[in-house]
């Protein structure tokens, strides 16, 4: 229901954004994991990353635009391995870019939103294991501490693992959601020779080295130091900025029960989702990131219906699934909401605008029965690089032209800022 007279149901100072990560939008990320797999014979990436969108010298450019269309937020990530190129030696050059990356936003008028670790780590942590390393959380403390210190007040917003829980969603209750199929497809494919290639180029030992992403977080052991590298990131954060407000970002499926399948929808939710919500029980925030739903039958995931509208990426469009989820979030976490990723895969924008009304309407009527969310953030400004999936799939609010990486923006950028310059009233 829209909102009587002139008040909207979104409160005041609501942040309505677009999202990006480092390794899929700024180019020539040479110095993590990442890199060194999708460089290797066998790799599970369908193509290597290579320039990107070459953000990392235009991101005045994606501002500007994110900002003109009328956009308040940037969800952005700063790469671990460009601020740290070798344990313990940090780059002042590095952190100067990514603070002029902020002081973009501030001086358009956009509250940038720091993302600290999105999916990527350095060569030499994957070196180590990445998140199987007993160091990782003293580790990204410290480079966390650095990122903050380096930014001072002009940073107040701070996502520090994006999706940590995704490892656990996909293995724990024994299932692979259709939200994961494509990744977890491509780890499980993983060529013992491409695992022994990369563990190579990383210079570690093939029983070690890890690409460091989230959906090799699935044994208790690295979801705990997940976890702790979280609280410690946190205390960090909040040491060289008492202002920060810090949260970790989680990729929730909307699990649904059907014919039988509460059980295991039960398991599932706890292992993958609430476990983790938990922990942001201390939080600034809880980021929510939500794209479809998962029906879940007695013996696993049940199929998309065939006349279900689709995904590039298989995953059915079912925009209702972020009101479920952003009620799920608040419920176990208990703290306020944002929404850190929202959108959809399509070719066709129209069809990015309804399912982005239909998941807006729903966000609007949790506001309305009173649960507490401060943001929409949709994934994602650009057409970048979607992991395994390469460039195929196109998210973007803004179309990359892969030669000239010129800039298109599509009608979706502008129909979303007219929301956000109603603050939501338009819905
Ligand atoms: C993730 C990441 C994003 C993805 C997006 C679409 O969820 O995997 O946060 O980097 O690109 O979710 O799959």
């Not at 390393?133 to 990122?147: K, M, N, Q, S, T």
């Not at 696993?300 to 006349?307: A, F, I, K, W």
């Amino acid at each position: 229901m829209p909102a009587a007279d002139n008040a909207s149901v979104f409160p005041d100072g609501f942040l309505w954004g677009a999202a990006t990560a480092g390794h899929q939008t700024e180019g020539n990320n040479t110095l993590t994991g990442h890199w060194a797999m999708e460089h290797v014979e066998k790799s599970p990436f369908t193509e290597p990353s290579g320039d990107a969108c070459d953000s990392y010298h235009r991101y005045a450019e994606d501002i500007a635009l994110l900002a003109e269309a009328g956009l308040n937020t940037y969800r952005f990530s700063v790469e671990w391995a460009r601020v740290e190129p070798e344990p313990g030696l940090f780059s002042t050059a590095e952190l100067d870019h990514y603070l002029r990356m902020v002081q973009a936003c501030r001086d358009a008028g956009v509250t940038p939103m720091v993302t600290l670790n999105h999916f990527t780590v350095p060569a030499w942590l994957s070196r180590t294991g990445a998140w199987d390393d007993e160091a990782a959380p003293e580790l990204f403390a410290r480079y966390c501490g650095r990122v903050a210190t380096h930014f001072g007040s002009a940073v107040t917003w701070y996502c520090t693992l994006n999706e940590p829980n995704l490892g656990a969603m996909m293995t724990m209750g024994g299932l692979v959601p259709m939200s994961a199929l494509e990744d977890v497809g491509a780890v499980a494919r993983l060529d013992p020779s491409a695992q022994a290639a990369f563990a190579h180029r990383v210079g570690g030992d093939p029983d070690v080295a890890r690409l460091g992403d989230p959906t090799q977080i699935a044994s208790t052991a690295a979801i705990e130091r997940v976890k702790e590298s979280h609280r410690r990131a946190r205390a960090a954060i909040k040491q060289a900025n008492p202002a920060a407000k810090v949260g970790w970002t989680l990729a929730l499926v909307d699990f649904q029960a059907f014919d039988g399948g509460e059980e295991l929808t039960g398991q599932v939710r706890e292992a993958g989702g609430s476990q983790f919500l938990r922990v942001s029980a201390e939080d600034d925030f809880v980021g929510v990131q939500t794209y479809t739903r998962q029906v879940m039958g007695p013996e696993g995931p049940v199929l998309v219906p065939e006349d279900a509208i689709v995904f590039q990426t298989g995953w059915e469009a079912y925009p209702e699934a972020l009101g479920n989820s952003v009620r799920w979030a608040a419920e176990v976490a208990g703290v306020p909401v944002v929404v850190t990723e929202n959108g959809m895969a399509t070719a066709d924008d129209e069809a990015r605008i309804a399912y982005t009304r239909t998941a807006l309407e729903g966000l609007r009527d949790a506001i309305e029965d009173g649960v507490d969310v401060r943001g929409y953030v949709h994934w994602t400004l650009l057409d970048n690089f979607e992991w395994h999936s390469g460039y195929a799939m196109t998210f973007g609010l803004i179309s990359v032209d892969r030669d000239t990486f010129e800039r298109t923006t599509k009608p979706s950028l502008g129909w979303l800022g007219e929301i956000a310059r109603g603050n939501g009233r338009a819905l």
